[in-house]
């Protein structure tokens, strides 16, 4: 069941991230939020060598990591200049796998055609993903 008060909470604070740290040009901000009702934020590092970039949200990722918290939902927010609209980019392949550290039932908002917010769980993102290959009590990581 989709919780909107969430969603839109991310996007704002994505969106006050990306103002905040990017005033012009390109922007971008990833937000993830846990179980027990935080928000962790993050943007991606600059590199002179593209291989050693991270995605936007993967250090808000690791701060829910670091502080032992269940991701439930995900969101990389971009905007191509300060005049112009923001825009979702779905998770890709490798944050996908990250999130499943956390269950195919997190949340990740997604791009679509009418650039409306719009989540999904990671498993109707990868319904044939490897893991279910597995018994789900030999992957789980998290107790409800």
Not at 3 to 14: G, L, Q, S
Not at 54 to 59: K, P, V, Y
Not at 112 to 132: D, R, S
Request: glycine share 6%; net charge negative; proline share 3%.
């Amino acid at each position: 069941m989709r919780n909107y008060e969430i969603e839109n909470e991310m996007y704002y604070r994505a969106v006050e991230l990306i103002e905040k740290r990017y005033p012009v040009g390109w922007g971008g901000a990833g937000v993830v939020h846990t179980a027990d009702g935080h928000y962790f934020t993050s943007v991606s590092i600059e590199t002179a060598n593209g291989s050693a970039s991270l995605c936007i949200e993967t250090g808000a990722m690791l701060e829910a990591y670091k502080y032992n918290k269940k991701v439930t939902h995900c969101m990389c927010l971009v905007r191509d200049d300060e005049n112009s609209p923001y825009k979702v980019l779905s998770p890709c392949g490798i944050c996908q796998e990250r999130l499943r550290y956390w269950g195919e039932d997190v949340q990740v908002a997604v791009t679509t055609e009418n650039e409306k917010t719009k989540f999904v769980e990671l498993k109707e993102l990868q319904p044939y993903h490897w893991t279910n290959a597995y018994p789900a009590e030999e992957l789980e990581h998290w107790e409800e």
